[in-house]
C-alpha cells in the first residue's frame, strides 16, 4: 500500500462522521419555507429522471432505478406521516423523522463513496458509468423518492394553510 491509500483510509471515517453530523444537525426542527420545498421537489424529481432517460434502453436498470423510486416513495409516506407539523405565532416549524432521514442519507452516501473508492482502485481501468449498477440505482431510487416525498408533502402542508387562511379572510 502506498501513502496515499493509507491517507484515504484514515481519513474516510472522518469524513462519514462529518456527514453523520451535518444530517443529524439538518433532521432536527426547522423552519418551514415554502420555496425549499419546492425547490427539495423539482431537485429530488430531478435526481430520479435523470437517470430514468439514459436507462430506457435498458430495461433491467430501469426496473431497479423504479424499484428503489418505489420503495423511497413508500418510506416518504410512511415518514411523512411521522413528522411532526408545527403552526407558531412566529411561523410554521417542522421536524422530519431523524432516524429515517439518516439511514436513507447515509446508504447514498455510502454509495458515492463506494464509487470514488473503486475509481480510486481501478485508476488504469475505463470508469463504468453510475447507471450501469443496480446498487447505485437503487439508492438513487430511494434517496430520491424518500426525500421528493417529504419536500413534495411539506409544500402540500404549506398550500393547505395557505387555502386555509384564504377562506378565513373571505
Partial sequence: MNVTTLTLLVLTPFLVWRIYARLRTAMARQRSIVSRHWTGLLVFAAMILVPLSELVQRPSMLGWLLLGTAAGI???????????????????????????????????TARILYIGFE????????????????????AVGLTGGYFGVISGGLAWWRYRIRKAIGKMAE
Fill in 74 to 108: 413508500g418510506y416518504g409516506i410512511w415518514g411523512f406521516r411521522h413528522t411532526r407539523l408545527e403552526e407558531t405565532e412566529v411561523g410554521y416549524y417542522f421536524t422530519p423523522p431523524a432516524r429515517l432521514g439518516i439511514v436513507i442519507a447515509m446508504l447514498f
Fill in 119 to 138: 475509481m480510486y482502485a481501478n485508476q488504469d481501468k475505463p470508469t463504468p458509468h453510475f447507471t450501469d449498477s443496480l446498487v447505485s440505482m437503487l
